[in-house]
């Protein structure tokens, strides 16, 4: 395999672990800090924003620099930040420290996606983007795990403290492994940055905003989900983070081999409406601890099988804007964990159990089923003639 793309893998594993171990040591943070859990679930808000900040903004006034040089100083601004929330003393650093370090992660994957592309044999693309997404799977197959039980039973800031060590070995692996990339000289920032001037960049934004919000509508809950509703015993939520993280690791192979298959527009159609089916299963069977298990699988597989062709739907739409796109893209992602944490989270506040987050997660899947359709009906299939 090219060690390029293993770099990369690096670069999701940290990510991926920055991201979702947040998921599984909510009740840690909430009782370290002695606030409830709703409101820890702001550090998840916070550093969805920080995506959302950082993603277009890296990425349009990096646009000179050479690929392997962007990754570089990203994993490197990862590594600081990660560090700083790990340790911070006060409230003010440690949100300002949470919210920056979520500066790197579109950017990251924005570059990284029109990266692994470029590496790819042709009609392979989605697949080997794919590979780099598989990093973040296997963050949630073992290092969210380990990181849920090292905060469980240690300390939260532990956890980020290797995280940030991840960022730096992403770091070394990149600058050893990546091959020198010469920066691409139609790329400047009002050509980038034109890409939204048309309406279907902005339906892509709306599909992968509402539609993934449907993913973190369950997942920003599941720790309380399985535990209050499940009535799983505590000390095995790193098991079914390990189950969620499995179930990711195979939804995203799957996803990126259907993407090169059908097209990545189908496959997106496909995943929401299996999202939605899924999470309405969920809510129903949540009380039954035995089943909340193979659930955490197949949710997992179900819902992270869509990262991979949403990453190629952006990049075939946005010839010469590419990598600013695929950053949005995430940054759109990023919007979704912020709306699914918030909207999950209203149910809670009015008093009811842990499973109602997942039907809102059935309403923003299916709108995202639904918006994808209508990208496709208005801007794929007339591209192809039919």
């Known amino acids: 395999m090219n060690k390029a793309l293993i770099a990369l893998a690096f670069g999701g594993l940290a990510i991926g672990m920055t991201e979702f171990t947040m998921m599984g040591i909510l009740p840690d943070i909430a009782k370290d800090l002695q606030i409830t859990i709703p409101e820890a679930s702001n550090l998840i808000g916070l550093y969805a924003l920080g995506v959302v900040v950082g993603a277009p903004t890296l990425v349009a006034f990096s646009g000179k620099y050479s690929p392997r040089n962007i990754l570089l100083f990203l994993m490197l601004l990862f590594f600081v930040f990660n560090g700083i929330f790990a340790i ?13 370090s979520g500066f790197p992660h579109g950017a990251f994957f924005g570059v990284g996606s029109v990266v692994a ?5 042709p009609g392979k693309e989605a697949q080997a983007i794919s590979i780099m997404f598989t990093g973040m799977t296997i963050a949630n197959l073992a290092g969210v795990p380990l990181g849920t039980y090292i905060g469980h039973h240690y300390s ?12 730096l070995i992403t770091f070394l692996a990149i600058y050893f492994w990546m091959p020198k990339m010469e920066a691409s000289k139609t790329n400047n920032v ?41 009535n799983i015993p505590e000390n095995r939520v790193p098991l079914i983070m390990i189950l969620v993280g499995l179930g990711m690791f195979f939804g995203n192979i799957l996803g990126g081999k259907l993407a090169d298959s059908i097209s990545p527009s189908k496959a997106v159609i496909i995943g929401f409406i299996s999202m939605a089916t899924c999470l309405f299963v969920l809510f129903f069977i949540a009380h039954n601890t035995y089943l909340a298990y193979p659930m955490a699988f197949i949710t997992g597989m179900i819902s992270f099988s869509i990262g991979s062709p949403l990453q190629m739907m952006l990049i075939n739409n946005a010839k010469g804007a590419e990598t600013f796109a695929a950053a949005a893209g995430q940054a759109s992602f990023n919007i979704g964990n912020t709306l699914g944490a918030y909207l999950g989270a209203i149910p809670i506040t009015l008093g009811y159990a842990y499973n109602y987050p997942s039907l809102v997660g059935v309403v923003m899947a299916s709108m995202g089923a639904i918006l994808a359709y209508i990208f496709w009906r208005k801007v794929v299939r007339p591209k192809m003639n039919i």
Do not use: E, H
Request: cysteine-free.
């Open 88 to 100: 911070a003393p006060n409230k003010v650093l440690l949100l300002t420290s949470r919210f920056i």
């Open 190 to 230: 009002l050509k980038q940055i034109s890409y939204f001037v048309r309406w279907d960049a902005w339906l892509m934004v709306a599909v992968i905003a509402i539609g993934t919000g449907g993913l973190f509508a369950w997942i920003s809950y599941i720790a309380p989900l399985v535990t209050d509703v499940s």
């Open 117 to 121: 592309a470029r590496l790819a044999k």
């Open 156 to 167: 939260w800031r532990i956890t980020y403290g290797v995280i940030s060590l991840l960022g």
